[in-house]
Nanobody, 115 residues
Framework: QVQLVESGGGLVQPGGSLRLSCEAS????????MGWYRRAPEKGRELVAA???????NYADSMTDRFTISRDNAKNTVYLQMNSLKPEDTAVYYC?????????WGKGTLVTVSS
């Protein structure tokens, strides 16, 4: 089992920045990749960014210039730095990890971009 705990969400004004964190615990030896997905109101879940155990990254096309995914292996933590936030970025952001056995999800952290 892998447990994922997200943090860093909140209310931010348009143009502002937030840094989301996701700490993994449990059977972390089996993790092959970690990433972030989001679900906005009236929309389906979509990939934001992901990073593999080898350090390869994958971003949604619309976010490559504003969002950056990174990891701290010593802390078993993945980060999502979000800059130049827009109202349409408002969503629940979910941490995700792929393991040798199955996929795990965090409970999500809400990001609200509004004046």
């Amino acid at each position: 089992q892998v447990q994922l705990v997200e943090s860093g969400g909140g209310l931010v004004q348009p143009g502002g920045s937030l840094r989301l964190s996701c700490e993994a615990s449990g059977s972390i030896f089996s993790i092959t990749s970690m990433g972030w997905y989001r679900r906005a109101p009236e929309k389906g879940r979509e990939l934001v960014a992901a990073i593999s155990s080898g350090g390869n990254t994958n971003y949604a096309d619309s976010m490559t210039d504003r969002f950056t995914i990174s990891r701290d292996n010593a802390k078993n933590t993945v980060y999502l730095q979000m800059n130049s936030l827009k109202p349409e970025d408002t969503a629940v952001y979910y941490c995700n990890t792929e393991t040798e056995f199955r996929t795990y999800w965090g409970k999500g952290t809400l990001v609200t971009v509004s004046s």
